[in-house]
């Protein structure tokens, strides 16, 4: 049993205007499985930490119900709900040592010191914390102090481990350890966790599932394979990572004994697309979403588009390019181990295809 959201709406007063309302989180719905990782993504202002507030009891929703372990717990304060809350900030005692701040939930709880000395030195060693006990707070780096907020959280065995932004204020490499750290932990305890983040990256790296929201509103849930390569609508699409949209026309829909669909493509280019959800109709323009790193690059041009590199980046083990193909924005493609593949130099004409599996219609189009 892990946490189910029901219908649930939150409503603000908006503050310029007390007349006004402002929908935060519109009618969410959403089963997490017991020991389950799912992270909410999504802008400023989706509605992503609200909802995380609302399962953790730090705001209630004005309607719909909130289910944790099997119990609704709408009217459930905060410290009644079987959560623990690993904030941005850390929130760590500094008055207290490394060890004091771990058994800290226990203590309040009224266990035994001895019982507590054992939990704290138990979890300490998982966390890779052993000889941290008896430092401050302030001796500690970034990445030790959201272990010790980490371990604090897990101590007290929670149905639920709740993260808000935890690694936010932590530079680019040390996010990068701390993110395997956090995967490597729970699937370690086991304990369902929902993580709030607006890096990609980061929910990709430590999620089960995803959740994508955008103005209240669920988009899209799914694994990050899912996410990333069959993208329910525009915006997912657009949101997770780089991408191409390419704009074409049905020509043969639902080809005889197949399943498959033909598509045309500006200059008259044309590619078959197999077992896509349907039904097309014959003459309908679609959306096809493709990745940068999904492009094949032609020298001299043929394919499904020509152009022109109008900018070429050396990274060292990639080259990004973009490529002016007459549309309304340039094509990106991304092209890797450039010593073996071979360069191309800004006005070279270059050919652009793909193949079909790397591609995706969007069910909008």
Request: aromatic share 8%; proline share 5%; hydrophobic share 35%.
């Amino acid at each position: 049993m892990g946490v189910k959201l029901v219908d649930v709406t939150k409503v603000f007063a908006d503050q310029s205007n007390p007349d006004k309302k402002v929908t935060a989180v519109n009618k969410v719905s959403l089963d997490v499985a017991d020991g389950e990782f799912v992270s909410f993504l999504g802008p400023s202002g989706c509605g992503k930490t609200t909802t995380l507030r609302i399962i953790s009891g730090f705001e209630y929703p004005t309607t719909g119900e909130v289910w944790i372990a099997g119990k609704v717990v709408n009217d459930i304060p905060p410290n009644k709900r079987d959560t623990s809350m690993v904030f941005q900030s850390y929130a760590i005692f500094p008055h207290l040592s490394v060890a004091q701040n771990v058994g800290f939930g226990l203590e309040l709880k009224g266990r035994a010191k001895n019982e507590i000395k054992k939990e704290v030195e138990k979890i300490m060693e998982v966390m890779n914390l052993n000889d941290l006990g008896r430092r401050r707070p302030d001796q500690l780096s970034g990445g030790q102090q959201q272990r010790v907020a980490l371990a604090r959280a897990v101590i007290n065995k929670p149905s639920v481990l709740l993260f808000d932004e935890p690694l936010s204020n932590l530079d680019a490499k040390l996010r990068e350890q701390m993110r395997l750290e956090i995967r490597r932990i729970q699937q370690s305890f086991g304990i369902t966790s929902i993580y709030v983040t607006h890096d990609q990256a980061e929910a990709m790296t430590v999620s089960d599932r995803i959740v994508v929201m955008n103005e209240g509103n669920i988009m899209q849930t799914g694994t990050p394979f899912e996410i990333y390569s069959r993208p329910a609508n525009r915006f997912v699409a657009d949101f997770i990572g780089r991408v191409n949209f390419f704009t074409g026309r049905v020509v043969s829909p639902d080809m005889p004994g197949t399943g498959d669909v033909e598509i045309e493509f500006s200059g008259g280019s044309r590619k078959t697309f197999t077992g896509r959800s349907g039904p097309f109709k014959n003459g309908q323009e679609i959306t096809l979403v493709v990745r940068p790193e999904s492009l094949r690059l032609k020298g001299g041009g043929g394919g499904i588009f020509t152009g022109t590199v109008t900018k070429s980046v050396y990274l060292g083990q990639l080259v990004e390019y973009e490529i002016d193909c007459d549309g309304d924005k340039p094509v990106l493609a991304v092209t890797y181990d450039p010593a073996d593949q071979g360069f191309f130099k800004i006005g070279d004409k270059a050919g652009v295809d793909f193949s079909a599996p790397a591609s995706h219609i969007l069910p909008e189009g």
